[in-house]
């Protein structure tokens, strides 16, 4: 069944929030660097690439939402989407998201489901894991503090998720879209640091 197109234009961002803004800055840095340093310029090009295969991943796998009779208002989806991206770093409870769409628990778990085809749990964990994918791909922060930013309990707790969405660790996932030749280019760091200065510039 497809969509329909009023629900999909009012509940669906096109592009992660982040993901305009850091490619923007990694393709600026790509532009720098490329006559003073080729294996920086293409590490910065394959972190680009990346950020738009997870995106294009993203949208791919996104459920999109369904008007259909007993599940979720448009004006209640809009909230939830608001909430639950604002709260990734935080527990969110069922009872919070039930509130906000002025349901009980009970009705809000089968009207969430009939409309997403997954639970909340379920669409809270794919969320973050996708803030943590964008994370590794634009900045040098350490798993313990990614994990931290999307939500997870701790670095264990990301990769045992991490692992049963995409069958390989993290750090493995991120190295082979990091640096094509599957280890560290020279410079790794310099890029990293590049795309934090940029984003103080932008600040």
Same mark, same amino acid.
């Given at each position: 069944?497809?969509?329909?197109?009023?629900? %999909?234009?009012?509940?669906?961002?096109?592009?992660?929030? /982040?993901?305009?803004?850091?490619?923007? %800055?990694? *393709?600026?840095?790509?532009?720098?660097?490329?006559?003073? /340093?080729?294996?920086?310029?293409?590490?910065?090009?394959?972190?680009?690439?990346?950020?738009l295969r997870v995106e294009i991943d993203r949208q791919a796998t996104e459920p999109c939402a369904q008007n259909k009779t007993g599940g979720l208002a448009a004006w209640q989806i809009r909230r939830l989407n608001v909430f639950i991206e604002a709260r990734l770093d935080q527990p969110v409870r069922l009872?919070? *998201?039930?509130?906000?769409? %002025?349901?009980?628990?009970?009705?809000?778990?089968?009207?969430?489901? *009939?409309?997403?085809?997954?639970?909340?749990?379920?669409?809270?964990?794919r969320h973050r894991l996708e803030r943590a994918e964008s994370l590794m791909l634009t900045t040098d922060l350490l798993l313990s503090d990614i994990a931290a930013r999307c939500g997870f309990a701790d670095q264990a707790h990301l990769c045992r998720l991490f692992r049963q969405q995409y069958a390989k660790s993290p750090a493995a996932w991120r190295r082979e879209r990091t640096d094509s030749r599957g280890h560290e280019v020279v410079g790794a760091l310099r890029v990293a640091r590049m795309v934090g200065a940029n984003d103080a510039d932008q600040g």
């Amino acid at each position: 069944m497809q969509c329909q197109p009023n629900i %999909k234009k009012n509940t669906t961002t096109p592009m992660e929030p /982040d993901i305009l803004p850091s490619l923007v %800055k990694l *393709l600026e840095s790509v532009r720098k660097e490329f006559d003073a /340093d080729r294996e920086v310029a293409k590490a910065l090009l394959i972190r680009a690439a990346s950020l738009l295969r997870v995106e294009i991943d993203r949208q791919a796998t996104e459920p999109c939402a369904q008007n259909k009779t007993g599940g979720l208002a448009a004006w209640q989806i809009r909230r939830l989407n608001v909430f639950i991206e604002a709260r990734l770093d935080q527990p969110v409870r069922l009872k919070e *998201l039930s509130a906000i769409s %002025k349901l009980s628990t009970a009705y809000f778990s089968r009207a969430f489901k *009939l409309t997403f085809r997954e639970t909340p749990h379920a669409y809270i964990v794919r969320h973050r894991l996708e803030r943590a994918e964008s994370l590794m791909l634009t900045t040098d922060l350490l798993l313990s503090d990614i994990a931290a930013r999307c939500g997870f309990a701790d670095q264990a707790h990301l990769c045992r998720l991490f692992r049963q969405q995409y069958a390989k660790s993290p750090a493995a996932w991120r190295r082979e879209r990091t640096d094509s030749r599957g280890h560290e280019v020279v410079g790794a760091l310099r890029v990293a640091r590049m795309v934090g200065a940029n984003d103080a510039d932008q600040g």
